[in-house]
């Protein structure tokens, strides 16, 4: 297996927000417009609210990585993530390589 080099170009748009319209609308009412937002609203919310949006039938959040931000290894990694406490690492580990990166 081989690691992709990622780019500043490529941190920067990760790193990015999203067009308002398609922010990630969470059920307790916070709207994350970025991957920061996320991490910090992982690392926050409650497991219930965790739980809602991160199931064995819903992976919202892995979903929005993939197909709005465009972070497919993040999005992958967030699929196999059971708990918030992991979920909340992993997300914060990416956003501090990519700001690395910066």
Known sequence: MYKIK???QDAEKL?????EERSFWCCDGR?????????????????????????DEKH???SWLND???DEKLAKDL??????????????DRVTLLNMKL
């Open 60 to 62: 919202d959040f892995s």
């Open 68 to 70: 709005v931000v465009e």
């Open 15 to 19: 790193l990015a927000d999203v067009p």
């Open 31 to 55: 709207v994350f417009r970025n991957m920061r937002d996320l991490s910090d609203g992982i690392a926050n919310m409650s497991d219930e609210t965790f739980s809602y949006h991160s199931n």
């Open 79 to 92: 699929s196999s993530s059971i708990t918030r406490r992991e979920a909340a690492k992993r997300v914060n």
């Open 6 to 8: 990622i780019t500043k």
